[in-house]
């Protein structure tokens, strides 16, 4: 009896040890099975310095010209080009230092973009006879280029998102555009003038130029971490991209006078679609 007691009592102790060490292990092992806001916590802090809260977007759309606007309906552009949209590719990278309680964060916004459109040049027929098409194909192609480009401050409401595990993030811009356009042919920048052929024209007017005004934009985003938490973690760690977005947005760019003077209506208001890159 005097024998057994011993090994009971060490029995005992050893098993409350293992009983006591069993919920730490456990608790070990969940922490580090937990979801991607947890790992966030441990890899990279949650709210970044203001230094890193840089968000990276690449743009694609249809860009609707406004150049016949200043004609109140179908003009030069659309006798040209048509009445439908143009391919449109931009990019945009906001700095957000700024974070306001409880509804998100504030910075500015530096975007730019670029279409192009092109169609076979036409002239006035020579040929006026009954039945004659008024213009026919000159041989050349005529395109105009856009560069639409703004600088915008940027509010977007992602505190509801960094809380939750709502994955969406409404987002506004409102801030200064300018674009930059010019036109030309086959054979290169149309010029426009009674002597454009001389080293030196007095009245030779080249087919480029530049439009300024405001640029507003609204847009939701959509949260891809939450798909796969995992993986989300691990692109945080590995490359230092905090988040990843789809997003669509309604942009307008009204580029319409140049520093008080007329100029080429060059602006656009349509849909763009995207994904966005929080670094």
Not at 46 to 63: K, M, N, V
Not at 181 to 210: H, R, Y
Not at 212 to 233: C, E, K, Q, Y
Request: include cysteine; hydrophobic fraction near 40%.
């Amino acid at each position: 009896m005097s024998r057994w007691l011993p090994a009971s009592l060490a029995g005992g102790a050893a098993a409350c040890l293992l009983a006591l060490s069993s919920p730490a292990s456990a608790q070990s092992w969940l922490k580090s099975q937990s979801t991607w806001r947890q790992h966030t916590s441990e890899g990279r802090p949650s709210t970044p310095s203001p230094l890193e809260r840089f968000t990276f977007e690449a743009r694609f759309g249809g860009y609707y010209p406004e150049i016949d606007e200043e004609f109140g309906g179908p003009g030069p552009y659309a006798n040209y080009f048509g009445n439908g949209p143009q391919f449109y590719f931009g990019v945009e990278v906001d700095w957000m230092p700024i974070t306001i309680p409880y509804v998100g964060r504030l910075g500015p916004g530096l975007g730019w973009g670029y279409t192009t459109m092109s169609a076979k040049t036409r002239i006035a027929n020579p040929d006026t006879s009954e039945g004659q098409p008024a213009l026919i194909d000159a041989g050349q192609s005529t395109s105009i280029s856009i560069h639409p480009m703004h600088l915008s401050a940027v509010l977007r409401i992602d505190e509801l998102a960094r809380r939750t595990v709502l994955p969406l993030v409404p987002y506004a811009k409102l801030g200064f555009g300018v674009g930059f356009w010019s036109s030309g042919t086959s054979t290169g920048t149309s010029k426009v003038g009674t002597d454009c052929t001389a080293l030196a024209p007095a009245d030779c007017v080249s087919g480029e130029g530049m439009s300024i005004g405001s640029h507003v934009a609204l847009g939701l985003m959509l949260g891809l971490n939450w798909l796969d938490p995992r993986s989300g973690a691990m692109a945080r760690e590995t490359t230092g991209i905090d988040q990843a977005y789809l997003f669509g947005e309604w942009m307008y760019a009204n580029l319409d006078s140049a520093a008080g003077k007329p100029a080429m209506h060059i602006g656009t208001s349509t849909w763009v679609f995207g994904l966005a890159l929080d670094l």
